[in-house]
């Protein structure tokens, strides 16, 4: 079985930051692709950023040039550094990853429990 445990949301004013760490645990043998997910109220769950396990990234519009995905594949951790924060990022960020738990097994795909960024003054 693999775990993702996602942490560092909070509130934060508009124009701040907070950096969000996920980390992956459990059976794993590699992982591919992982990435950060939101979901607001009453909107559906929307791709934030991925990142390959090489380190090649992709974001959403509405992101790009404020918050910045990384990983420590020695760590099996993946961070989203989110800058100049505004009411709209307000949302509940998911953890996402493939995972191989043994040699020539498929990739199964798995979530983390999500953490509230809440961004208001």
């Known amino acids: 079985q693999v775990q993702l445990v996602e942490s560092g949301g909070g509130l934060v004013q508009p124009g701040g930051s907070l950096r969000l760490s996920c980390a992956a645990s459990g059976s794993i043998f590699s992982i591919n692709a992982m990435g950060w997910y939101r979901q607001a109220p009453g909107k559906q769950r929307e791709l934030v950023a991925g990142?390959?396990?090489?380190?090649?990234?992709n974001y959403a519009d509405s992101v790009k040039d404020r918050f910045t995905i990384s990983r420590d594949n020695t760590r099996n951790t993946v961070y989203l550094q989110m800058n100049s924060l505004k009411p709209e990022d307000t949302a509940v960020y998911y953890c996402?990853?493939?995972?191989?738990?043994?040699?020539?097994?498929?990739?199964?795909?798995?979530w983390g429990q999500g953490t509230q960024v809440t961004v208001s003054s």
């Open positions: 996402n990853a493939d995972v191989m738990s043994r040699w020539l097994e498929a990739f199964n795909n798995y």
């Open positions: 990142i390959t396990r090489g380190g090649r990234t």
